[in-house]
């Protein structure tokens, strides 16, 4: 039996979850699904351009588990561009941290566009 997975801390969720091809009709899409804890790591390692044991540390779990989240979700992603799929993002056993700096940054930024 495998152990529970801990909840992985992530800044929040992404203001737009959904991307498709365009000119294709959505129920024509094969859809799927990246994790939050997927799209955290994405956004840690490639966007923020992290080493993997400090964005590892961001979201509370080990190095070696965040390698195979980031590349499960490259896999994914890789898969929606080569495919023309959907790309979902949502669920996965995670913990919001509004106090993280990333999101204080965000919720900032947020403030000087309106």
Do not use: W
């Not at 203001?15 to 955290?40: A, M, Q, S, W």
Request: proline share 4%; charged share 35%.
């Amino acid at each position: 039996m495998p152990r529970p997975k801990c909840r992985r801390n992530v800044c929040g969720i992404p203001d737009k979850n959904y991307f498709k091809p365009r000119g294709i009709p959505t129920v024509d899409l094969e859809e799927v699904v990246l994790n939050l804890d997927e799209f955290e790591a994405i956004r840690l390692a490639d966007y923020e351009q992290l080493y993997q044991e400090e964005a590892a540390a961001r979201m509370n779990i080990s190095r070696q588990t965040f390698g195979r989240i980031v590349e499960a979700a490259h896999k994914k992603i890789a898969d929606v561009l080569m495919n023309g799929k959907a790309l979902k993002i949502e669920g996965g056993e995670v913990a919001f941290d509004e106090t993280k700096s990333c999101c204080k940054a965000k919720r900032r930024k947020a403030g000087n566009n309106t």
